[in-house]
């Protein structure tokens, strides 16, 4: 289920999140409800027009030269931090095209943010 | 290597035109074998000199004294020209190298003497771009020799490029990016050009040696990420998009101008999302940095 956090990544941040199409940009999963569900909404709507596969392939390919041999040129995160949301996209890797999005309360730790969505992200891997 | 050019006259260039055509040259120079010295010679329109794609020197046909001008005016009051000029003198009949002579005669700092290359390849550049100069032989040197302090990337010299348009802009941009930037991270600032479509850069990193087809590329794109994001969330700081590996591109915006920094770890782009994260600031530049300088 997805939708808002779990009770103990509750206790330590406040996060709501979805799964969304990376083709479409509209959400598959989603259990938020009003405000929180318009930004996840919104947040998914631009997917498809930044992470369209044609645009991303060279940009990992330039970004890869300055790392070091052997590294991969797909996508693995994205991170938002505004005055008032932290945003982050991430890919999950079962070829479903399916990305989670997570937005949080700027007032959070953003470190504990991505290690929240870290682990939803281990969790719906692993189903 | 092509073997198009000879001495001709062009009609007057689009702005479109113009950055593509000296993109094209630094975009030679990128493609350089790593270690190479020597010139690229662009028919009898001109030549640029380079020493392990970095250029050390550019000439263009009706500018060969337009150094000279520039040390002039990198004193107030302005050098006297006769006094460089001397020094010029001493130096070809002694051989001894310019720069240094010209430093140590107290004439031109250390800056100011990089300042006044950059500036002069700069203009070369430029000129052999407006008259669609193309590369047609790399003489390779014997001989490697140039002072790196006196040496720039392609990169750089992109960014000189722009400085004209808006000296106050450049150079707020640089300031900002040697205040961000850490160590495994290296950058840009862009605009939108006035007039053809995409980024144009106007600042980068000390030294970044990014291929400037590369830098572009990855300024286009952040450009159009920042515009999208924003249409969700107005006030956002800092966007980091992380690649397998460790790679990332941190990209923000100031005072109307965005910054694309590209990190070679995953602790560099942390440092810099922490930092930028931080800032409260408006995007309403301060009046001094309003001023245009020269009209579109």
């Keep these: ?127 | 290597m092509a073997t198009t050019n000879t001495a001709h006259a062009v009609g007057p260039m689009s702005e479109r035109g113009l950055a593509a055509s000296a993109l094209g040259i630094l975009a030679t120079v990128d493609e350089l074998p790593a270690g190479a010295t020597g010139a690229l010679r662009f028919g009898d329109l001109g030549v640029v000199l380079v020493e392990s794609r970095r250029i050390c020197w550019a000439a263009a046909v009706p500018m060969r004294l337009r150094l000279t001008d520039i040390l002039c005016g990198k004193r107030v009051p302005p050098i006297p020209r006769a006094t460089i000029e001397e020094v010029f003198r001493a130096c070809k009949a002694k051989g001894r190298p310019l720069g240094e002579s010209l430093v140590e005669s107290g004439l031109v700092s250390e800056s100011g003497l990089k300042s006044a290359i950059r500036q002069h390849t700069s203009e070369a550049i430029l000129h052999l771009a407006r008259v669609q100069a193309v590369a047609d032989a790399f003489l390779p040197h014997t001989q490697r020799g140039y002072d790196p302090r006196f040496s720039f990337t392609s990169c750089e010299i992109l960014a000189s490029l722009s400085v004209a348009d808006d000296p106050a802009r450049a150079k707020s941009s640089e300031l900002e990016l040697d205040d961000v930037l850490v160590p495994e991270s290296t950058g840009a600032a862009f605009v939108r050009s006035d007039f053809a479509p995409g980024a144009q850069i106007v600042a980068v990193a000390a030294d970044c040696d990014v291929p400037v087809i590369d830098l572009v590329e990855v300024c286009n794109w952040a450009t159009g990420l920042l515009d999208v994001v924003r249409a969700i969330d107005a006030q956002v700081r800092v966007i980091r998009v992380a690649w397998c590996g460790r790679t990332s591109l941190v990209t923000w915006r100031k005072y109307g101008v965005d910054y694309a920094a590209l990190c070679s770890s995953g602790a560099a782009a942390a440092r810099l999302v922490s930092e930028l994260g931080r800032r409260s600031h408006g995007d309403v530049p301060p009046e001094s940095l309003t001023r245009k300088v020269r009209g579109p």
């Design chain 1, 1 to 127: 289920m997805t939708g808002s956090a779990s009770t103990d990544e509750r206790a330590s941040v406040d996060l709501v999140h979805a799964l969304a199409s990376m083709h479409t940009g509209a959400l598959v999963e989603c259990d938020a409800t009003g405000p929180e569900r318009q930004r996840l909404e919104d947040f998914a709507a631009i997917i498809p027009s930044l992470f369209r596969a044609h645009d991303l392939a060279p940009l990992g390919e330039v970004l890869s030269r300055l790392g070091s041999e052997g590294q991969g040129t797909s996508l693995r995160e994205v991170l938002i931090v505004s005055a008032e949301h932290v945003h982050v996209m991430k890919p999950l890797s079962d070829g479903r095209g399916v990305a989670l999005l997570a937005t949080s309360p700027a007032t959070n730790n953003v470190g504990l943010v991505l290690s929240a969505v870290h682990r939803r992200t281990a969790e719906l891997e692993g189903e």
